[in-house]
Structures are given as structure tokens and as C-alpha cells.
Nanobody, 118 residues
Framework: QANIVESGGGLVQPGGSLRLSCEIS????????LAWYRQSPGEQRLLVAS????????YMDYTVQGRFTISRDDIKRMVFLQMDNLQREDTAVYYC???????????WGQGTQVTISS
């Protein structure tokens, strides 16, 4: 039974930065394609960025390109999302999970709330 714990969210002003962290206790973590998603109020959960085994980043939503960076630590079984120059439209609950492009996802965690407001 995999377990996902996201952290690092908060309230920041426009232009600010946050670093999200996610622990995923899944077997063979290093072989998994992982991703960050976000869900704004009233919206569907959307894929933001993904990262393959080895660190290649095959997908980054165009709205966050140049501002967000996804990375992983296979030893710690963690995935990160560095978010810079945050904008109000980045306000959402952020989740991590396996990349749905490659198959079934794990049970979702609680997510971490990111709020951008002045």
C-alpha cells in the first residue's frame, strides 16, 4: 500500500517562491515516472510537470515553463517542485503521484495548499 505525503505549501505574495516536497512510499520508486498535479477550486486536477527515472522531464505545462522546476531524489524517495515567480493563477492544491501518462496512479494524498495573494 503506497503512501503519499505532500508538504511545503503556504501563502506567498505574487512573485514569491515555494518549494514543494513529496514523499512517496512505493516499491521500486526509482523506476517510476512521477508527477506534480494541481487542482484549483471548481476545476479538474491537472498535470503540471512530470519526471522520468533518471531525471528527464518530458512534460511541463506551458503555464509554468520557466518558473517551475521538478526534481527527484531516489534515495530519499522524494519528488520536489521548485516554484518561482508565483502568480495568482498558481493558487491551487498541489498533489504528487505517478505520472498518469504511463499507467494507473496511486491513492492520492492530502495535497498541499498553495495560495498566491497580496
Amino acid at each position: 500500500q503506497a503512501n503519499i505525503v505532500e508538504s511545503g505549501g503556504g501563502l506567498v505574495q505574487p512573485g514569491g517562491s515555494l518549494r514543494l516536497s513529496c514523499e512517496i512510499s512505493v516499491q521500486y520508486f526509482e523506476t517510476q515516472a512521477l508527477a506534480w498535479y494541481r487542482q484549483s477550486p471548481g476545476e479538474q486536477r491537472l498535470l503540471v510537470a512530470s519526471i522520468l527515472p533518471g531525471g528527464r522531464v518530458p512534460y511541463m505545462d506551458y503555464t509554468v515553463q520557466g518558473r517551475f522546476t521538478i526534481s527527484r531524489d531516489d534515495i530519499k524517495r522524494m519528488v520536489f517542485l521548485q516554484m518561482d515567480n508565483l502568480q495568482r493563477e498558481d493558487t491551487a492544491v498541489y498533489y504528487c503521484n505517478k505520472d498518469q501518462t504511463y499507467g494507473d496512479v496511486l491513492t492520492w494524498g492530502q495535497g498541499t495548499q498553495v495560495t498566491i495573494s497580496s
